[in-house]
Structure formats: C-alpha cells, structure tokens
C-alpha cells in the first residue's frame, strides 16, 4: 500500500508564499511523474505542475514563473514552491504520484494524497 501526505498548505496574504511538501510511503519500488493539482469550490480539479522522474518541470500557464516544482527522490518527496500568491490560487491542493509497487513493479498506479487547504487573502 501506498500512500501521499501533503503538508504546508495555510493562509497568506496576497503577494506572499507558500511551500507545500508531499511525502510518499509504502510499498515502493519506483515513482514516475509526480505533480500537484487544486480544486477551488465550484470547479474542476486541474493540473497545477508535474515534474518526471528526471526532474523536468511542466507548469499550467495560470502559475509559469510563480510556482516552482521540485523533487527529492532520495525522499520520494514533492515539493511545490508557491510565490507571489494570489487570491485565485485559493484551492484545496493535492499530490499525485505514479508508483510501481513492490507487489507489482511492471504497473504504475497514480496515487493521491488527501489535500491540503491553500487560501490567499487580498
């Protein structure tokens, strides 16, 4: 079993920053692509950033040159750094990461963690 546990998340002032972590735990034997998604009330969840396993970067347009993904995967950490917030940032923000298991190390499955609340006051 696998699991993701997300940590960082709170409130802050509009211009400001925040660092989410997420670690993941289990029974790994390798992880693929991680990445960072939210969901604000009333919408759909979206792609925030990804990052491979070699560590290239995707980011949705919303947050290029804002937020910065990053992984320690000596950890099988995430890491998503979040600066110049704004209120539209204001979501519940989750982790997903593509893990192959030790009970099968030819399939990938995404796992998610639980969310962790991010608020941006203006």
């Known amino acids: 079993q696998v699991q993701l546990v997300e940590s960082g998340g709170g409130l802050v002032q509009a211009g400001g920053s925040l660092r989410l972590s997420c670690a993941a735990s289990g029974s790994i034997f390798r992880i693929d692509a991680m990445g960072w998604y939210r969901q604000a009330p009333g919408r759909q969840r979206e792609s925030v950033a990804d990052?491979?396993?070699?560590?290239?970067?995707t980011y949705a347009d919303s947050v290029k040159g804002r937020f910065t993904i990053s992984r320690e995967n000596a950890k099988n950490t995430v890491y998503l750094q979040m600066n110049s917030m704004k209120p539209e940032d204001t979501a519940v923000y989750y982790c997903a990461a593509d893990v192959a298991s030790h009970g099968n190390m030819y399939i990938y499955r995404t796992h998610w963690g639980q969310g962790t609340q991010v608020t941006v006051s203006s």
């Open positions: 990052i491979t396993s070699g560590g290239d970067p």
